[in-house]
């Protein structure tokens, strides 16, 4: 790539001024608060689990497995994060909050981030391998899909967002293969659908901040246009989880059909993310403000145990 050397008009500070230590500014680089988006790859473990506790087949294989899923997909997102920051160096330069980024404020050397980003590439798709063929060629597939996104889709409006979507379902589909379940297509779509709502969501914030002014795609996209593109989508998503938790093969799977019962936290988590995008007084992204807002946290920990009390025979 060619566009990682720093502009003459943005100065690069000093590394030894930002850097007290390497791997501190490393980890920030890799930025491990976006982790969370992983645990899409220990949704298909925790929807089987019963069934697979039926069969006898939940062993600590399968646990060991989805987990290296999970690892490979920490790092592989780090990696992909490393190999865009490289790529954007110098239009992060010139953003207000992405100049302030490890690699495009100087903290991190270009060669340094360079070798970080084989190496936990290579990391990634070797635990990918570890766990099986499938899991890896989806490894395979996220990183090039990401590489595609750097290099342009993130340019097109709405493509950008659909891009992000895919790399939830490879998540997930990741997930299925780990723990070698059969994915329902209800809990697709949901997974899809509540993606979909997340970039489409992150995309608001951006064209209400300074971000707008950074980002090319941001052109073709309306306030009015994505308002109405959330409601729907928050919408068709409540709505493929209600027929996942009525379908036949759900209600045998857990024996009940009281997951529907949970609906009510996913309305409200859907609700309060939407609140959380039309405060645009902060620059942070949507997933760092609900990582650290109290009424989305506490709603999603109540959600988590609700599902997993009734889908383990405990709330019946």
């Known amino acids: 790539m060619t566009d990682?050397?720093?502009?003459?008009?943005?100065?690069?500070?000093?590394?030894?001024?930002?850097?007290?230590?390497?791997?501190?500014?490393?980890?920030?680089?890799?930025?491990?608060?976006?982790?969370?988006?992983?645990?899409?790859?220990?949704?298909?473990?925790?929807?089987?689990?019963?069934?697979?506790l039926r069969r006898?087949?939940?062993?600590?294989?399968?646990?060991?497995?989805?987990?290296?899923?999970?690892?490979?997909?920490?790092?592989?997102?780090?990696?992909?994060?490393?190999?865009?920051?490289?790529?954007?160096?110098?239009?992060?330069?010139?953003?207000?909050?992405?100049?302030?980024?490890?690699?495009?404020?100087?903290?991190?050397?270009?060669?340094?981030?360079?070798?970080a980003f084989a190496v936990l590439l290579v990391a990634a798709l070797t635990l990918a391998l570890a766990v099986g063929a499938q899991v890896a060629a989806i490894q395979g597939g996220y990183f090039a899909m990401n590489v595609a996104y750097s290099r342009g889709l993130k340019r097109i409006a709405y493509v950008d967002a659909v891009v992000i979507s895919c790399g939830f379902l490879l998540r997930a589909l990741a997930g299925g293969e780990a723990a070698r379940v059969h994915l329902s297509a209800w809990l697709i779509a949901c997974t899809v659908l509540l993606a979909l709502f997340l970039a489409l969501g992150k995309r608001k914030h951006e064209l209400m901040t300074s971000d707008a002014e950074h980002r090319a795609a941001l052109e073709h996209y309306r306030i009015e246009h994505l308002n109405f593109a959330l409601g729907v989508l928050a919408a068709l998503a409540a709505g493929a989880y209600a027929l996942y938790a009525r379908d036949p093969a759900t209600i045998a799977r857990f024996g009940t059909d009281r997951l529907l019962f949970t609906l009510p936290f996913a309305l409200f988590g859907l609700w309060r993310f939407y609140q959380l995008l039309d405060d645009h007084t902060t620059a942070q992204s949507p997933t760092e403000r609900m990582l650290r807002d109290p009424i989305f946290l506490g709603n999603g920990l109540l959600g988590g145990i609700a599902v997993v009390l009734v889908i383990y025979g405990v709330a019946r």
């Open 56 to 115: 006898g087949e939940l062993d600590a294989d399968v646990v060991v497995r989805v987990g290296l899923a999970i690892l490979a997909f920490c790092l592989g997102s780090s990696a992909t994060y490393l190999l865009n920051d490289l790529h954007d160096v110098q239009a992060d330069r010139a953003h207000p909050v992405k100049r302030l980024r490890p690699i495009a404020a100087g903290a991190l050397p270009i060669n340094q981030a360079w070798a």
């Open 4 to 52: 990682v050397a720093p502009p003459s008009s943005a100065p690069v500070p000093p590394a030894a001024a930002v850097n007290p230590a390497r791997w501190v500014v490393l980890l920030r680089a890799m930025r491990p608060h976006q982790w969370v988006k992983n645990t899409f790859v220990l949704a298909p473990l925790l929807f089987a689990g019963p069934e697979l």
